[in-house]
């Protein structure tokens, strides 16, 4: 009876502590996927790597369905928007358990119609999306998808759908701006980019309330420092606003990527270069940290935006700095007007000179000649009148 008893009261303390480490656990990872959801929405880079990262610790392990569903939906939109090969395999293997599941999360479809957007396969893109139920960054990226088929109207209403589920979405509302400054509303435009730079903001602080890594790093929303920048561009609205915020950009070196910060170079120079501040674009330009041919390109593309008369019109990029952040398409410019045709003329008779007919004019001294004293009269001629007169 006493070994009995002692089995027992240690079996019993067992399970406690058993019961008691599988609720810490539970606590972590709920803790854990609350604050990622935070920094996800964010939708910055940063964000999407602090999510990630934070998610690799202990909840993905504890959890591979629905923590392992966030860490690889943080990981497909680095892959997406910030061209990040490695997460995007990262991405592809996390996705496989949440997939598998008997109930899908929700985030393991965004995950993979990320990755098909990515590869550029629109139609399986589609599709994940259309099972990811009632959830607003899924009509983001439908949204995303029909603006690259230049669809901009379809765009704009997924992307109030989204806004009808969450209107406070940082994603939906710096892409709402994008999609009403390109139709010609810049003002609502500037109210949406406006809230999606505040509202990403105050979800990074809670997502990483209590880290030293947000010490290191403000990761302003690029999509919407872009924008606004493209309306001063514009010249719908002032200078001074997305000046300031381009250079937060700009030298956010812990939290933005090198391609971000140098589109925020090319836009912040040629908006100092308007402004007569020349040291300023200089600057602004050498601070992008690029060299040779990509540092060319940046002067000579800022030099074309700072001198452009009319609205905003992007100009080409190469590969290495094409940014999903800043996809205004490139339109050519127009091709000059055709020439004037010339009335035909008259050949002229090679060989020898042709010297036009001279006016007729009276007297002699219209054909060069010298006028001429008159003859004396003859003495036969004097007599006649004599002679007459005699007969």
Same mark, same amino acid.
């Given at each position: 009876?006493?070994?009995?008893? #002692?089995?027992?009261?240690?079996?019993?303390?067992?399970?406690?502590?058993?019961?008691?480490?599988?609720?810490?656990?539970?606590?972590?990872?709920?803790?854990?996927?609350?604050?990622?959801? @935070?920094?996800?929405?964010?939708?910055?880079?940063?964000?999407?790597?602090?999510?990630?990262?934070?998610?690799?610790?202990? /909840? #993905?392990?504890?959890?591979?369905?629905?923590?392992?569903?966030?860490? #690889?939906?943080?990981?497909?939109?680095?892959?997406?928007?910030?061209?990040?090969?490695?997460?995007?395999?990262?991405?592809?293997?996390?996705?496989?358990?949440?997939?598998?599941?008997?109930?899908? =999360?929700?985030?393991?479809?965004?995950?993979?119609?990320?990755?098909?957007?990515?590869?550029? /396969?629109?139609?399986?893109?589609?599709?994940?999306?259309?099972? #990811?139920?009632?959830? &607003?960054?899924?009509?983001?990226?439908?949204?995303?998808?029909?603006?690259?088929?230049?669809?901009?109207?379809?765009?704009?209403?997924?992307?109030?759908?989204?806004?009808? @589920?969450?209107?406070?979405?940082?994603?939906?509302?710096?892409?709402?701006?994008?999609?009403?400054?390109?139709?010609?509303? =810049?003002?609502?435009?500037?109210?949406?980019?406006?809230?999606?730079?505040?509202?990403?903001?105050?979800?990074?602080?809670?997502?990483?309330?209590?880290?030293?890594?947000?010490?290191?790093?403000?990761?302003?929303?690029?999509? /919407?420092?872009?924008?606004?920048?493209?309306?001063?561009?514009?010249?719908?609205? =002032?200078?001074?606003?997305?000046?300031?915020?381009?250079?937060?950009?700009?030298? $956010?070196?812990?939290?933005?990527? @090198?391609?971000?910060?140098?589109?925020?170079?090319?836009?912040?120079?040629?908006?100092?270069?308007?402004?007569?501040?020349?040291?300023?674009?200089?600057?602004?330009?050498?601070?992008?940290?690029?060299?040779?041919?990509? @540092?060319?390109?940046?002067?000579?593309?800022?030099?074309?935006?700072?001198?452009?008369?009319?609205?905003?019109?992007?100009?080409?990029?190469?590969?290495?700095?094409?940014?999903?952040?800043? $996809? $205004?398409?490139?339109?050519? &410019?127009?091709? &000059?007007?055709? %020439?004037?045709?010339?009335?035909?003329?008259?050949?002229?008779?090679?060989?020898?000179?042709?010297?036009?007919?001279? &006016?007729?004019?009276?007297?002699?001294?219209?054909?060069?000649?010298?006028?001429?004293? %008159?003859?004396?009269?003859?003495?036969? /001629?004097?007599?006649?009148?004599?002679?007459?007169?005699?007969?």
């Amino acid at each position: 009876m006493a070994w009995a008893g #002692a089995a027992l009261v240690l079996a019993l303390a067992l399970a406690g502590v058993l019961a008691y480490r599988a609720n810490q656990e539970r606590r972590v990872v709920a803790a854990s996927v609350a604050r990622a959801r @935070q920094l996800i929405r964010s939708d910055t880079w940063f964000g999407y790597r602090e999510a990630a990262d934070l998610l690799a610790v202990r /909840a #993905a392990r504890l959890d591979p369905i629905d923590a392992g569903a966030q860490r #690889a939906f943080a990981m497909a939109m680095l892959a997406l928007d910030y061209r990040d090969g490695a997460a995007g395999g990262e991405a592809s293997r996390l996705a496989v358990a949440p997939v598998r599941a008997s109930e899908v =999360p929700p985030e393991a479809r965004l995950a993979v119609a990320a990755l098909a957007l990515r590869d550029g /396969a629109a139609g399986d893109a589609m599709a994940e999306l259309s099972r #990811a139920g009632a959830e &607003p960054m899924a009509s983001v990226l439908a949204a995303r998808v029909a603006l690259l088929a230049g669809n901009l109207p379809l765009a704009l209403e997924w992307v109030e759908k989204a806004l009808a @589920q969450d209107e406070q979405l940082p994603a939906a509302l710096a892409l709402r701006g994008d999609l009403l400054r390109r139709t010609g509303k =810049p003002v609502e435009a500037r109210a949406a980019y406006a809230a999606a730079l505040a509202h990403s903001a105050s979800a990074l602080d809670v997502g990483l309330a209590g880290s030293p890594e947000r010490l290191a790093a403000s990761a302003p929303h690029a999509r /919407a420092a872009v924008g606004l920048a493209k309306l001063a561009l514009s010249r719908h609205t =002032p200078a001074e606003e997305p000046k300031a915020i381009l250079a937060r950009v700009l030298s $956010d070196g812990g939290g933005t990527p @090198q391609v971000e910060r140098a589109r925020a170079a090319l836009h912040l120079a040629a908006l100092r270069g308007r402004s007569g501040d020349r040291a300023g674009a200089t600057a602004a330009l050498a601070a992008a940290g690029l060299e040779g041919a990509l @540092q060319g390109w940046l002067e000579k593309a800022a030099g074309d935006e700072e001198v452009e008369r009319g609205a905003f019109r992007a100009v080409e990029s190469p590969r290495a700095l094409t940014s999903a952040s800043d $996809d $205004d398409p490139y339109l050519p &410019p127009a091709p &000059p007007p055709a %020439p004037t045709p010339r009335p035909a003329t008259r050949a002229a008779i090679r060989g020898f000179k042709v010297h036009p007919a001279a &006016p007729r004019q009276r007297g002699a001294a219209a054909h060069g000649q010298e006028r001429r004293a %008159p003859k004396p009269a003859s003495s036969s /001629a004097k007599r006649a009148p004599k002679n007459r007169a005699r007969h």
